[in-house]
């Protein structure tokens, strides 16, 4: 089992838990989660059911690929312990990919055995929901770091990286409140569609509108302000940690996030049709994806081979 080949492997897992999200997603955004009743692992009752509605259907071919997302993480952890040697940072990443991915499975048997899906408006599911949306970007992240560390990349250091690892701690933060506004603003729209942008404004500021409605509107407010920080953290971190990686990751960063704000006009524009809450999830993915590569190059233990940075780069320049 050859390191390259366990790399292309692992982005494969990558590009396939991606799938899995977008599908839980149009789980969610179609009122599927209840087609399999409150049973789980088993739906409605079945290993195999009769799958005799649309929406059992849907939550039966999920729970399939979610299964098969799981074995997939542990064929990486297999092949991780298999091909790298004690201490490696692959091995960390695939722990940490597994670990991840048995919560991800417990949030979701969650979800059907305490009935927090369909028409539950509850604050319960609102919870439940970002913590599904945190811990499904963490399982991502896990993944990312997995496969570029079996594709060469070195191993993070946080000891001694200052300015640069605040700037990142305080960016990853605000993209997972940016995300946990985001799941219930989608819970929102949901639950409680709006016939017209008007009247979907006018719910959003009216005092006796439904909790996660008068939370919806947070959620572009969130996205620009985190949007605006992480294009400045990240050329700021870029000038800190120069190199060709960290900048070109730099730029994806502000590109990537670029499209994902106007999908999000979009989304809002267009009332939230079910195909465009997946373009803006899937967007908002690549999002955190970039930003964990670009941490994982700016934050890298520095290569044994180059000379060492002077001192002074840790400075924070003048933005030009």
């Known amino acids: 089992m050859k390191p390259s080949g366990f790399a292309k492997y692992a982005w494969g897992v990558l590009a396939y838990n991606l799938a899995v999200v977008a599908w839980g997603a149009y789980v969610r955004a179609t009122g599927s989660g209840a087609g399999c009743g409150d049973h789980w692992p088993k739906c409605d009752g079945r290993v195999i059911p009769r799958l005799e509605s649309t929406e059992q259907v849907i939550e039966f071919t999920h729970r399939v690929t979610s299964g098969i997302a799981g074995l997939l993480v542990l064929a990486m952890l297999v092949w991780a312990f298999r091909a790298f040697p004690r201490g490696h940072a692959v091995r960390r990443g695939a722990v940490a990919s597994t670990v991840l991915m048995v919560i991800e499975a417990l949030l979701g048997a969650g979800l059907v055995l305490f009935e927090?899906?369909?028409?539950?408006?509850?604050?319960?599911?609102?919870?439940?929901?970002?913590?599904h949306l945190v811990n499904t970007f963490l399982l991502l992240g896990a993944i990312t770091l997995t496969a570029?560390?079996?594709?060469?990349?070195?191993?993070?250091?946080?000891?001694?990286?200052?300015?640069?690892?605040?700037?990142?701690?305080?960016?990853?933060?605000?993209?997972?409140?940016?995300?946990?506004?985001?799941?219930?603003?989608?819970?929102?729209?949901?639950?409680?569609?709006?016939?017209?942008?008007?009247?979907?404004?006018?719910?959003?500021?009216?005092?006796?509108?439904?909790?996660?409605?008068?939370?919806?509107?947070?959620?572009?407010?969130i996205a620009l302000a985190t949007g605006a920080y992480l294009v400045f953290a990240t050329r700021m971190v870029a000038r800190l940690r120069p190199s060709g990686t960290t900048r070109k990751l730099a730029t994806a960063v502000a590109v990537l996030f670029a499209v994902q704000v106007g999908a999000g006009f979009v989304n809002l524009a267009l009332l939230a049709p079910v195909w465009m809450q997946l373009v803006h999830l899937l967007l908002a993915d690549f999002v955190w994806i970039s930003v964990v590569l670009f941490a994982s190059s700016a934050l890298a233990e520095p290569d044994a081979a180059a000379p060492a940075a002077p001192a002074a780069r840790e400075q924070a320049p003048a933005l030009a």
């Open 116 to 131: 927090l899906v369909a028409d539950n408006a509850s604050g319960y599911r609102a919870f439940s929901m970002v913590a």
């Open 148 to 221: 570029w560390w079996g594709s060469g990349g070195r191993p993070v250091r946080l000891r001694g990286q200052g300015t640069a690892a605040s700037l990142l701690a305080v960016g990853f933060a605000a993209m997972l409140l940016l995300g946990a506004s985001g799941a219930i603003a989608a819970l929102g729209d949901t639950l409680f569609p709006a016939v017209s942008l008007r009247e979907g404004m006018r719910q959003d500021f009216s005092d006796t509108a439904h909790f996660l409605l008068r939370l919806r509107v947070l959620h572009p407010a």
